[in-house]
RNA sequence: GGUGGGGUGACCGAGUGGCUAAUGGUAGCAGACUGUAAAUCUGCCGGGCUCUGCCCUACGUAGGUUCGAAUCCUACCCCCACCA
């Protein structure tokens, strides 16, 4: 379980397959993000005709409701959501960034005021990876320190060190718990250390020391520093990273992204962009992207994407689309989601294609071109 | 026919002498969103320009008072309510 064998690479990308309990994975893939435990308005069946092999769900998120308990009642997360492909949780560690002001972190793990109802709830790394336990995913990540973009080397050194002191925490905790259902969840670890190369170094290298890990994760970038510098990172951190396991870019992101990505030797992406700009009305297009609610497609009879697979673009025209949004109807909602979920799993499916016949580097240089022609991002 | 109330920008609706191109809201338009505190948030929204400012046109219509009027006065037109 968990094996991961590489077919082909294309340079620093690559092509695999990892096995995971629940099924297995072909990368390049994209992972839709259902943090409470739903990708955001969309039934499982839609997920699955989007071609999704595996989503994930959000440790806080669910402590917090239905609570862990409840969910572990029901048979775990694939009983619970009737997912029954492979799925992975994050561990909060996201959280302790973006509630920043609702949080207070300290050694031992990081208080949180519930935004919910304003209890103060504690997640340390042995509870986040108790928590990930009961939910029961075939992938848990451990609990980290995530610190802004813009973070000096002192402040991303901290959170860089911490996560490495948690991520022993998580694994002893992690070990316990399996005993003897080892193969039922794995664990990975998270490379932090920001902008910073020498601490990036230092992270990746002190996770690949400590051996075993069936994957390893990056976090930390996508959270406001420049693009050219998630590139330079990632180009930095490959020749560290061992070549036999998936390599995850966590948060990460846009269409382009993905091709970033894996031209340098990322395997998995997860990002909520998608299902997010889904509702707020922002659809991908390989030429760049389309406000839905635009004027200009109050009488477009043709689909969305003309290029496109999906249910949404196959099925109905710029028009009624721009309607349901004007409407606030919240089909609009879900069907701008599917699209653009099918739009970037439908690009790592094409990006594994082209690396498994040699084509990867002229295709994707194609293609960014006329994505980005258009001033996309 | 009489009495009373009212006519404000695409719509609703504040404003009752200068701080008013005119509060709010709606509709409209544009943009942002990257391990989801987000079906959210931001900006624009009379016209024009040599656009950190300037010039037109605007509060039913026409005239008047005033240094200055959406705001006061007069006449007229229209709408609503009640009474004949």
């Known amino acids: 379980m968990f094996e991961f064998s590489v077919e082909t690479t294309a340079g620093a990308a690559r092509a695999g397959t990892l096995r995971l309990p629940h099924g297995s994975v072909e990368t390049p893939a994209f992972m839709p993000v259902g943090t409470h435990a739903v990708v955001r308005g969309l039934h499982p069946a839609e997920i699955r005709r989007t071609g999704a092999q ?12 239905p609570g862990e308990a409840v969910v572990q009642a029901m048979g775990g997360l694939n ?7 492979p799925m992975l949780t994050d561990s909060g560690g996201f959280q302790v960034f973006s509630l920043e002001g609702l949080r207070t972190i300290s050694e031992r793990g990081v208080e949180f005021q519930s935004h919910i109802d304003g209890t103060y709830r504690t997640v340390t790394p042995e509870s986040a990876v108790e928590i990930q336990w009961a939910l029961g995913a075939d992938i848990a990540m451990q ?8 973070a000096l080397h002192e402040l991303a050194a901290e959170g860089m060190e911490r996560s490495l002191r948690w991520l022993d925490r998580c694994r002893r905790r992690h070990g316990e718990l399996a005993g003897a259902m080892e193969g039922a969840q794995t664990l990975w670890p998270i490379i932090q250390g920001g902008t910073h190369a020498d601490l990036r170094q230092r992270s990746a290298e002190g996770i690949v020391a400590r051996g075993g890990w069936t ?12 693009k050219p510098v998630m590139h330079r990172v990632l180009e930095e951190l490959e020749p560290v990273l061992p070549r036999g396991i998936p ?9 382009a992204d993905l091709l970033e990505g894996i031209a340098r030797g990322v395997d998995l992406f997860d990002c909520v962009a998608a299902t997010r700009n889904g509702r707020h009305g922002t659809a991908w297009l390989p030429d760049g992207r389309i406000n839905v609610r635009g004027a200009r497609l109050r009488s477009d009879p043709g689909p969305l994407d003309p290029e496109c697979d999906c249910e949404t673009c196959l099925t109905f025209s710029r028009a009624y689309l721009r309607h349901l949004f004007v409407a606030e109807d919240m089909l609009g909602l879900r069907l701008v989601s599917i699209h653009n979920v099918r739009f970037l799993i439908r690009l790592a499916e094409q990006a594994r294609a082209h690396i498994l016949d040699g ?3 002229g295709w994707s240089r194609e293609w960014l071109g ?5 001033g996309a991002t």
């Open 54 to 65: 595996i989503i994930l769900a959000n440790t806080y998120h669910l402590h917090l409701r």
């Open 79 to 85: 009983r619970f959501t009737t997912w029954d492909r």
């Open 143 to 150: 609990f980290d320190h995530v610190v802004p973009g813009q």
């Open 215 to 226: 994957g390893i994760a990056i976090g930390g970038l996508s959270v406001g520093e420049a």
């Open 247 to 255: 390599r995850y870019l966590m948060g990460v992101g846009f269409p």
């Open 359 to 361: 084509t990867f580097d």
């Open 370 to 374: 006329r994505h980005y022609a258009r």
